[in-house]
């Protein structure tokens, strides 16, 4: 997997995001997530396509495995780069998923990557063992659901950078760690609650970032992409 920082699109409507993506002159790593996509549907990812975007559809599927396996065997037509379900649906939810994907994706063509999100990056752990009776530190319950991932095929997880080193060591180098919850020094937390800057991200072991409000929420876009990018690469 290539290593520039994957952009959000959190954005309500096609034309706002393709508005955005004028913004710069290469095309990009983006993220599709449910906000864009369940109000445009799947043209968008065609749309993306045509402009040689790459596409991290982040729809965190989480059902019964035939659901979430069929689910997965229809959208690798679409021809996405990356895709996640919810580790919490289990071991044989993410197995199937695999299966659909294999399935889907036609002959000749790369199947999408396939990981699964931990704890949420929004999740603190109090509220995890407050909401969720998961009475372990947090670390263990991500890298317990790391475990489980990787138990059953997947490429990698979403996960926090701060829980980037321990999943390396329990799960190899090879295993992708795609870490949310990303600031640049000065911008708000908002609801994140596991944040670190992408330098940090660099030096705690992520093997992808994915940034959203301080790229799309800044004054210029390219510019903070540009910063966002610099340091993730180690260059500043
Ligand atoms: O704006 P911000 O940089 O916080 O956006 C982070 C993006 O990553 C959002 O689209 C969010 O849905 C997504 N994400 C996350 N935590 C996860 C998985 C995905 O923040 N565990």
């Known amino acids: 997997m ?9 954005f309500p409507t ?8 004028e913004n710069f002159e290469t095309p990009l790593f983006v993220k599709v997530g449910m906000e864009l996509y369940l109000q445009n549907g799947p043209l968008i990812l065609e749309e ?40 919490a649906g289990g071991v044989k939810m993410m197995e199937q998923a695999m299966e659909g994907l294999i399935q889907g994706t ?4 790369e199947r999408p990557k396939l990981i699964s999100v931990t704890q949420l990056t929004s999740t603190s752990e109090e509220q995890m063992k407050k909401e969720q009776l998961i009475l372990v530190p947090l670390v263990d319950s991500v890298l317990h659901y790391a475990e489980i991932t990787k138990e ?7 996960c926090s950078p701060h829980e ?6 329990a799960c190899g180098r090879e295993f992708l760690k795609v870490t949310p919850g990303i600031r640049l020094k000065g911008d708000a937390v908002q609801d ?24 799309t929420g800044a004054a210029d876009p390219a510019e903070a992409y540009r910063r966002v990018k610099t340091e993730w690469e180690g260059q500043s």
Not at 106 to 109: P, V
């Open 152 to 158: 059953a095929g997947l490429d990698g997880v979403v």
């Open 48 to 87: 993306l396509k045509k402009m040689n975007h790459r596409i991290f559809l982040d729809l965190k599927l989480h059902d019964i495995p035939n659901t979430v396996g069929q689910a997965m065997k229809g959208l690798a037509q679409f021809e996405i780069d990356l895709i996640n379900v919810h580790a």
């Open 192 to 215: 994140q609650n596991r944040i670190a800057s992408p330098s940090q991200a660099r030096l705690l072991g992520a093997s992808a970032i994915v940034v959203g409000r301080s790229i």
């Open 164 to 169: 980037a080193a321990a999943i390396q060591d």
């Open 2 to 10: 290539e290593q520039e920082p994957i952009v959000a699109l959190d």
């Open 106 to 109: 036609q002959a000749g063509k």
């Open 14 to 21: 096609w034309e706002i995001s393709r508005k955005f993506l």
